[in-house]
């Protein structure tokens, strides 16, 4: 190995066989770069007159970017080093910010250079890459592995989570799209509201046998129907879950009614789980005085005495 300045000209950057992740975001290693130049020199592989990128694409294309005609680089021959060990060198490089599905593809690499049957990469591949040896590991990686490039381009956006690239790795592949476009990116779910809005949506398109994305398309009509003019994240999670229990419509109605005859002021509203989880009311009352205090207070009391709010913890209790 020598550290040589290269002339950008003889880098193959059309060679990407060691390229993992996505190298589109230069924004930040450009400027540092730009500012201070490269301090850590990226790994060439020579072949025959030209140079073979095996770590360091970022930086290297930073450079090409700023007009550099020569950077500084870690050179092999071909010779030196094999290609697994510019796998192992990929992640050496890469390890403090490598993401799961960075490594997923680094399998795929591995599998491609050297045919191995799952046991071999279970037992060698995986603890050098600081993944528990397991074949439920190995799934999971494989599955993220085989998403579809639109995912993982909108996973390296930042636009998603790696917790959500899971989830759709565990959805059927003809869903995994529709729902990353018409679910997770349109209403910017979070982790937790994407998991539930997922599993409810599979759910429905399983039972009526039809796409996810008429799911979408009739939930998204049924805002339409009740006059929604935002209609967001919060309604589509709502109606999905009516979706898939229809009966929680019928709970929710009954809720209302019984909620409307309190005939409560509007400083006093009293909310239950948005899909009656619980077996708990939550009350909240907006005051200016403590006369108001007082009169809420009264009116609560005057509903309990007459059991009215019973009836409401029983809708609520029954359906838990």
């Not at 006093?268 to 789980?273: D, L, M, P, Q």
Request: proline share 4%; hydrophobic share 35%.
């Amino acid at each position: 190995m020598k550290v040589l300045p290269i002339d950008c000209s003889l880098i193959d950057f059309q060679d990407k066989f060691f390229l993992v992740g996505n190298k589109d975001n230069l924004s930040a290693i450009y400027h540092s770069i730009l500012e201070i130049g490269v301090l850590n020199p990226p790994i060439l592989r020579k072949i025959d007159d030209k140079y073979q990128v095996v770590t360091g694409w970022k930086r290297l294309l930073s450079c090409q970017q700023i007009d550099h005609t020569e950077v500084l680089c870690k050179v092999y021959e071909y010779s030196e080093l094999s290609d697994n060990d510019c796998l192992k060198i990929v992640f050496i490089d890469n390890k403090e910010r490598i993401s799961d599905l960075e490594l997923s593809e680094l399998i795929l690499l591995y599998r491609k250079i050297q045919p191995a049957d799952d046991k071999d990469i279970i037992n060698n591949i995986l603890p050098f890459l600081e993944i528990p040896p397991t074949r439920k590991h190995l799934d999971k990686y494989l599955s993220l592995a085989s998403l579809d490039e639109t995912i993982k381009n909108a996973f390296y956006k930042d636009k998603i989570t790696i917790e959500q690239c899971q989830m759709l790795s565990e959805l059927t592949p003809s869903n995994q799209v529709p729902v990353l476009e018409s679910l997770l990116l349109k209403y910017n779910l979070n982790n937790n509201e994407s998991k539930q809005v997922i599993g409810d949506i599979s759910e429905i398109a399983l039972r009526e046998k039809c796409s996810v994305n008429k799911v979408i398309d009739s939930i998204e009509s049924d805002f339409n129907q009740n006059n929604y003019k935002n209609s967001g994240k919060n309604e589509l999670r709502k109606y999905a879950r009516i979706r898939r229990f229809p009966e929680l419509s019928n709970v929710q109605q009954k809720f209302d009614k019984l909620l409307k005859q309190l005939s409560l002021p509007d400083n006093i509203n009293i909310i239950h789980h948005p899909y009656f989880e619980t077996n708990e009311l939550e009350l909240r009352i907006k005051i200016k005085n403590s006369e108001g205090l007082s009169e809420i207070i009264e009116k609560l009391q005057e509903n309990n005495k007459k059991g009215d709010i019973d009836k409401l913890l029983a809708v609520v209790i029954k359906n838990e």
